[in-house]
């Protein structure tokens, strides 16, 4: 019987397999782990119980966001965190985490449009400047032109093809951003990439502080 079962693992590769095998359980376990990710993602990111003002840690909000956005980003991009260590802030999170994930999208769809051959990168920055907390979100994508740059805040302007975007993605974010008394400061050249920097306050309303 012995020689049968090594006839038999000769005849079907037993070792081949054995690797398959192993390969396949580590591909379900590593689905299981992304699915688990991705649920608490969007747990975290949507925050529809807090439709008030709650204190909140930015970075909690950008890690999230980063977690859904995370398929869509290509191979030939790098995204690189560097958040500082903040104080909880007064906001709306569930409406912060759509204006990190507006520019997210809109710096993925940046870098995409560059050639496939050339390393792109997205990064993530997070610190406290005095009484302001900073997020910065620069990526190496194809830029904008000055004129482009003027109209980003319109409604229903868009760059992107048709089937790609409404154009109410950075007017949403404007708005969001006026409710929340804070900045958004906007660099970018053409061919090079964009550096978009928000500056939040610690409270809602500072003369309130």
Known sequence: KLKEVERFKNKVDYEYLKQEISGLLKGIDDGARRTAEIVSGLKNFSRLDESDIKEAN???????TLILVRN???????IVTELGDLPFIE????KLNQVFMNILTNAIYAVKHKPEDTQ????ITSKK???????IFHDT???MT???????????????????GT????????????SHHAKLEVESELGVGTTLTLILNQRINPKNS
């Open 91 to 94: 906001c709306y999170p569930g």
């Open 58 to 64: 930015v970075n909690e909000g950008i890690e999230s």
């Open 120 to 123: 792109n990168r997205i990064t």
């Open 141 to 143: 994508g194809i830029g």
């Open 129 to 135: 400047m005095g009484d302001k907390i900073h997020v």
């Open 72 to 78: 869509a980003v290509p191979n030939n991009t790098e």
């Open 167 to 178: 154009g109410l993605g950075m007017s949403i974010v404007y708005k969001i951003i006026e």
């Open 146 to 164: 000055k004129e482009v740059k003027e109209k980003i805040f319109e409604p229903f302007f868009t760059t992107k093809d048709v089937g790609e």
